[in-house]
């Protein structure tokens, strides 16, 4: 049989593609800018017919799904919080938190370890001739996600760019169950570049001291590290690597400007490998069938064991907050779930374990809160409800726009009179009474007594 004649005997429409999912089943979208759209409508117009359907996706993003205004029917987990995410939780009651370490994905699903989920839906390319449909800018744990599941349903977006491999970027018709076309001017979610703040470009700045040439960066999304690739792209950096878990815009710059061209990388020479995509259309489009780039899984991308095969690889996250033992918050306010633990363990531990490599962990000095106030982002501890993401003694380097802490062996009173000194000024000294309460800290030990 031809794949022409396949694709059309597999093709739906949302509504019959829907009809399988049953009572109890566990679907799993395919993650942020992928995950389904038609699908969703049409499976969130079954409620009241389905109960205890749970739903798991990852950095959910715009449009809000369906299933979500129906709490009776639908479950949502989320392995990674969004903003979406926040609202879905804060309005409905309804989003819960999976703690993962994204390396792990696709090996809970492998092994077994994970429960038995039903159905995979999620956005593709459309198929080539070969029958083969791209995940586009959402690898991850695509295929393994798929594999795991009873039935797989793509939604076809003739919008979606084609991302290169890598590995495990695209699924065979043959492992497909139904396919569903979406609208042709079906829109693909866009990240608008962030802005670069003062205190954003200072950071990048400091952060700008550990990159030399020949070093493999690590980047996320934001501010601040648009910043840095700015700053590189302006620099006279040579023959930069790239090995990130997020491609992000600033990554466009770095390539665009010649600073990056991976030729001193053990493997994956000459590419970025990166296992999802989030940023605007000139991201997307710099994506498109480009070999400078190339998608894997999150267990190939993530994996700390690889990353220390790359000498001198610089990782590059942002915090929360960060408290006077040089304890790392990154996913949650208060009692809040507001992100998520993702691959930052990932990429802190396989850098400091890489030779001659670096892990930067990245924050301004202070926030303003609700009640319009500003306060420190270098706390003296944890409030009891806050998650810590790295443990202390897993933590290198800590920067703000007002230095660099080098915290990594050093004793609890060095790592609290670090962690002040980068504070912002106005807190210091309120920081330094806390310190010595905790017993953490005392003047006889000041370096300059």
């Known amino acids: 049989m031809s794949y022409q004649k396949e694709y059309q005997q597999k093709l739906v429409s949302a509504e019959e593609a829907m009809k399988c999912i049953r009572s109890g089943d566990r679907v799993d979208y395919s993650f942020m800018t992928t995950k389904p759209v038609a699908c969703d409508a049409a499976l969130a117009a079954r409620h009241g017919e389905l109960q205890d359907v749970e739903v798991y996706a990852a950095i959910t993003v715009l449009p809000v799904p369906e299933v979500v205004k129906h709490p009776q029917s639908f479950i949502y987990h989320d392995m990674h919080f969004s903003k979406i995410s926040r609202i879905i939780q804060r309005d409905f009651n309804l989003c819960y938190y999976v703690p993962i370490m994204y390396h792990e994905a696709g090996k809970w699903l492998r092994e077994g370890i994970a429960s038995q989920h039903h159905v995979f839906i999620g956005q593709v390319c459309p198929m080539d001739e070969h029958g083969y449909f791209n995940f586009s800018i959402t690898n991850s744990a695509s295929l393994a996600n798929a594999q795991h599941c009873e039935k797989v349903i793509l939604e076809v977006n003739p919008n979606l760019p084609v991302a290169l491999g890598g590995a495990e970027e695209s699924i065979h018709i043959s492992q497909v169950d139904y396919i569903v076309e979406v609208k042709e001017d079906m829109p693909v979610f866009e990240a608008p570049a962030a802005e670069p703040s003062d205190v954003d470009r200072q950071i990048a700045a400091n952060v700008m001291g550990f990159i030399h040439d020949g070093c493999c960066i690590q980047l996320g999304i934001g501010g601040m590290p648009d910043a840095v690739g700015k700053m590189i792209a302006a620099s006279d950096l040579k023959n930069l690597g790239g090995h990130t878990e997020m491609l992000s815009e600033a990554y466009v710059d770095m390539i665009e400007s010649g600073r990056m061209t991976g030729i001193h990388k053990p493997f994956d020479k000459c590419r ?5 995509a989030l940023g605007p259309k000139r991201l997307y489009d710099f994506i498109h069938n480009n070999p400078a780039v190339a998608s894997y899984p999150a267990q190939y991308t993530n994996d700390p064991r690889r990353i220390a095969q790359i000498d001198n690889f610089i990782s590059i ?3 929360v907050e960060v408290d006077l033992y040089s304890q790392v918050n ?10 998520g633990n993702g691959g930052m363990w990932d990429f ?13 962990i990245c924050l301004a000095s202070t926030a303003t ?5 500003r306060i420190s982002r270098i706390v ?3 409030d009891p409800c806050s998650i810590t993401t790295i443990p202390r003694q897993q933590v290198d380097t800590i920067v703000t726009e007002y230095g660099v802490a080098e915290v990594r062996a050093r004793s609890t009173w060095e790592r609290a009179e670090m962690m002040v000194n980068i504070a912002h000024p106005d807190f210091r000294d309120e920081l330094i009474k806390k310190a010595e309460a905790q017993k953490i800290w005392k003047r006889s030990n000041k370096k300059d007594a």
């Open 317 to 319: 996250n942002n915090a």
């Open 272 to 276: 970025v490998p990166y296992t999802f």
């Open 380 to 382: 003296p501890h944890f």
């Open 348 to 360: 802190v531990m396989g850098a400091q374990w890489s030779k001659g490599g670096k892990s930067l």
């Open 369 to 373: 809160n609700k009640e319009g106030q």
């Open 330 to 339: 990154a996913e949650s306010a208060d009692i809040h779930q507001i992100s």
